[in-house]
């Protein structure tokens, strides 16, 4: 009789493990803080470097910025770009169009945004959650799932990223414009 039960709990056991590696047990934890963008929605970030930070190094010495890339939670790099030449001042608006370097736009999901200084690589978490879903068959409707934002605090003394909305794009690529005028004769 104990050998069934040995044999039941080792049934068990076993499925669990089974059970736990299929259900992406093993995947990265979501960052704790990220900012949410829409899949038609560019990013425009930049680097801020705060008057404490000046403080906290004992420098007055802006840091300069070689390029920027975009990682997958995994660490994966889906884009890079970098600067010929030499580097950029600090106050240079980046936009990231969520087009990664093969030239397809990234799917839904965590990435991070770092942008690699004189000093240090910057980074900050985003969450892109996708805006086309297919309402009614074929008929894509831009709405998206309620995503709220979490955003990260600004380090003291530290160098941080302030994220924005770019351009927003239409979800089928089509995009309608209507124009009236009016013109008035004079008498």
Not at 35 to 58: G, R, S
Not at 109 to 121: A, F, K, L, W
Not at 127 to 144: E, K, M, Q, S, T
Request: proline fraction near 7%; aromatic fraction near 10%; hydrophobic fraction near 40%.
């Amino acid at each position: 009789m104990k050998s069934i039960g040995a044999i039941a709990l080792l049934l068990v056991v076993t499925a669990s493990l089974v059970g736990a590696a299929q259900c992406g047990c093993g995947q990265p934890e979501p960052a704790n803080c990220y900012l949410v963008f829409k899949t038609t929605e560019t990013i425009v970030f930049t680097l801020e470097a705060p008057i404490d930070y000046f403080m906290v190094h004992q420098t007055s010495t802006s840091p300069r910025i070689f390029g920027w890339r975009v990682e997958t939670s995994d660490g994966t790099v889906v884009r890079t770009v970098i600067y010929p030449g030499e580097p950029r001042g600090r106050w240079l608006a980046m936009e990231w169009d969520l087009v990664a370097d093969d030239g397809y736009i990234v799917a839904p999901g965590d990435y991070n945004i770092i942008v690699m200084t004189t000093v240090s690589d910057v980074s900050y978490p985003v969450r892109i959650v996708d805006a086309c879903r297919p309402l009614f068959g074929c008929c894509n409707v831009c709405y998206a799932p309620v995503s709220c934002d979490i955003p990260c605090c600004i380090p003291y003394g530290e160098l941080y990223l302030t994220l924005g909305v770019g351009e927003v794009r239409p979800c089928s690529g089509l995009s309608f414009s209507l124009t009236i005028t009016i013109e008035c004769s004079s008498p």
